[in-house]
C-alpha cells in the first residue's frame, strides 16, 4: 500500500510538472510573441520540446519559446507523423454543425459515402479536383461555394450564377470542367456571404477544403484512388 501511494504521488507530482511547464511556455509565447495568437500548447515525446498550434499551423519550441522549429515530428520506429495526427485531430469538426441549406446536395450512385466541400469556381487547384471527382462514385456531395475574391476577383459573380442556375451542380461542372458559363437565369437570393463568413469561423484559407463524415479536413486538389480510399475509410 505504501508503495503505491508512493507511486500515485510520484505520477500526479509529473501531471502536475507538465502543467506547469506548458504553463510557463505559454506565458512566455505571451511575453514574446503578443501579437500572435497561440490556440494550444502541448508536450511532444522530446524533452522539453512543445507543440505549439497558432496560424492554422503547427511548430515546436522549448521552455523559453525564444525560437521555433518548423517542421514533421516523426515517430519513425511506429511509422507515425506526429505532426499530420495533431493537426488533424486540431482541425477536425462536428460536420452534424454545418448549415447544409447553404450547399448544393449532389448524389451520385447510393451516396452512401459522404463529403463537404468548400471550393472556388476559378480555383485550379479546384478544377482538378473537379476532374478526379469524375472517378469518384456513390458519394453524396454537399458542395459550399466558397469565392477568393482576393486572388479571382469574378469567382464571386460566377459562383452567384452557378447557385441562382436551374441545375446547380451541371452548372459547377460544366463551368469547371468545360469553362462553359451557365446559363443566365433570375437573380436569386445565395448563402456565398454566409459561406465565407462560415468559412472564417472554420479557419478555411484555401481551396479546395473538404471535410470527411468524421470531420477530418483535407486541403487541396486530391487523386481520385486516395480520395476513395478516405471516403471507405470514413463511410
Known sequence: MKFLFSALTLSLFSISLSHANIATVQQNLKKNFPDIPVQSVQTTPLKDIYEVYMGGQIVYTNDDANYFFIGNL???????????????????????????????????????????????????????????????????????????????????????????????YAAWENYLLNKKQPTKSASCQTPIQKNLELGKRLKISGTPTMFLKNGNRITGAMEADELNQLLDETK
Request: hydrophobic content about 35%.
Open 74 to 168: 516523426i515517430d519513425n520506429k511506429n511509422q507515425k507523423n506526429l505532426t499530420e495526427d495533431s493537426l488533424q485531430k486540431l482541425e477536425k469538426i462536428d460536420v452534424s454543425t454545418l448549415p447544409l441549406d447553404q450547399a448544393i446536395k449532389h448524389v451520385k450512385g447510393n451516396g452512401q459515402r459522404v463529403l463537404y466541400l468548400f471550393s472556388d469556381p476559378d480555383c485550379p487547384y479546384c478544377q482538378r479536383l473537379e476532374k478526379q471527382m469524375a472517378s469518384v462514385d456513390n458519394v453524396t456531395i454537399y458542395l459550399f461555394l466558397y469565392p477568393l475574391k482576393g486572388l479571382h476577383p469574378n469567382a464571386e459573380n460566377m459562383a452567384t450564377q452557378i447557385w441562382c442556375a436551374k441545375d446547380q
